[in-house]
């Protein structure tokens, strides 16, 4: 099937016994038992739920990988990954990764014992540099958050695999519609679903999928005895907005290209991160990755008076925290996503006090080109 039909009749089988289109609702804690020398497929909620299996069936589908795996949060798919490691092993990291993922690992983690090298992960020599005796597995986020930075996936993959380490990548800007890390030889992918997957800005949740089996299952054994699993709920909402990614997704990079030519003109903007276009260093490397640029696009302004009249101001584009929404969001990365990271850490990673980054939704875009001109001009 191809990526569209896949999203329809991928994941979301025709109800058997009552032929609903839409997934049956699980809301239940617990399934009763027949009988007492097997139990059933299911027994209890949080190891197992009909309704969140169809969920994780169909993002591992999309993702071509053998588990999927539902949790309450993008964090809490992150953070549980993590647990697959112990107190010793290292891990090199992407120093511009969302504020979240190093908030987590430069505390509760590193307080547990788990060693973290922060590099700059388009540079394989940096990479290679850092890996140790007890490296364990490269994490990547590609494009990165905020500035829009491209790894080479192939290339870590390749570096990875020669000194025996996993490679983990947080797919959330891409989606399996534009970018599969899997297929390109990575061992597990990581999302907020709360972004572009479930793509209507009302659930929080993540996912974790693996290539292999074996990963998978370690995962599994970890998400249950972790506990922190995706509600049924919240997993009928997300298979629902699943449906719309592709023409979700397509609409919106159409609108991120023309918002992008526009803002390049603009006196007021000093620099448009963006991975579509050729001047952008990872240009190549992500036209070979990725079927796309996407629909996240980060702009730095001239001045911090003009940057903080933009963000009170806008009227269509939310000012929040949050992406991937049909709606379009402007987020401040120094208050918001990377919050977390301290001020002198921030700047030296080059996220700016004038730095905005806007998730383009579903609006026209002229309207929200003429809603930015309001501040810009
Ligand atoms: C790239 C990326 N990864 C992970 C997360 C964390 O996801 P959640 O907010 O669903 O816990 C976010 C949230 O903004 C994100 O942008």
Redo the contacts with the bound molecule.
Sequence with gaps: MKFATELIHGGNPIDPEHGSLSHPIYHTSTFAQRSFDQFGRYDYARSGNPTREALEDAVAKLEKGTTGLAFA??????ASTFLLFRPGDHLVVCEDV?G??FRVLSTLFTGWGLQVSFVDATDLEQIAAAITPQTRALYL?TPS?PLIKISDIPGCVALAKQRGLLTIV?N??MTPYLQRPLELGCDIV??????FLNGHSDV???FAVTATQELGQRLRFIQNAFGAVLGPQDCWLVLRGLKTLKVRLEESQSSAKKIVAWLQQQEAVQKVYYPGLPEHPGYEIHRRQASGPGAVLSFELKSFETTKRLLEGVQLAAFA???GGVESILSYPAKM?HAAMPPAEREARGIKDTLVRLSVGLEDPEDLIADLERFLK
């Design positions: 949060s993008g964090m809490a798919a992150i969302y979240g993922t986020e958050n947080d959330t800007f990581l999302h907020s679903g709360t972004k929080i949740c993540g925290v949050s992406l996503s």
